[in-house]
């Protein structure tokens, strides 16, 4: 079994997905989101620990991922404050699309590592029917958002 060449995400205003969309030279997918480096386990200090991303991934009409821009806001300890640096990130960067419309996506698999941090589209297939997710599978880091059939751009969180 494997995962189909393009992934469809949806656009859902308000929630997880809420700042995808085209742009006059193609897709994106902008997010503010907390991830943990690689090798930190989240424990009673987790606020501290938790580090706070802006993310731009870019890619082409055909969901070929073009490149990431991927900035260290803070950490979540310091919130809203880190919040409000990661928003105004985002933004400068979207301002600098044309003809900008949130809409759903199709995307290719891909990985970007920034700052000891997994970003990308991740297959996480596992042939053996008894582990995993029991089927074709990619997964969104660091959101952990699950993709899988009926391939229609919803997802688990």
């Excluded at 060449?5 to 656009?11: D, G, Q």
């Excluded at 090798?39 to 606020?47: A, F, I, N």
């Excluded at 979540?76 to 301002?95: C, F, K, N, T, Y």
């Amino acid at each position: 079994m494997r995962l189909p060449e393009v992934i469809p995400i949806k656009y859902m205003p308000d929630y997880r997905t809420s700042c995808i969309g085209r742009h006059a030279g193609g897709q994106f997918f902008a997010d503010i989101t907390g991830a943990y480096q690689e090798g930190v386990t989240r424990g009673p200090d987790w606020r501290h620990q938790q580090r706070i991303y802006a993310v731009l991934h870019r890619f082409d009409d055909s969901g070929h991922h073009l490149g990431s821009d991927i900035w260290f806001a803070g950490v979540r300890a310091d919130s809203p404050e880190v919040i409000e640096r990661a928003q105004q990130m985002v933004s400068g960067w979207l301002s600098n699309f044309e003809a900008v419309t949130y809409c759903d996506i199709a995307i290719r698999p891909f990985r970007a590592d920034f700052d000891d941090v997994v970003f990308g589209l991740i297959d996480e297939t596992i042939d053996d029917p008894y582990e995993g997710h029991g089927g074709p599978w990619a997964e969104l880091y660091p959101q952990q958002l699950g993709f899988h059939e009926p391939w229609n751009g919803e997802y688990d969180t």
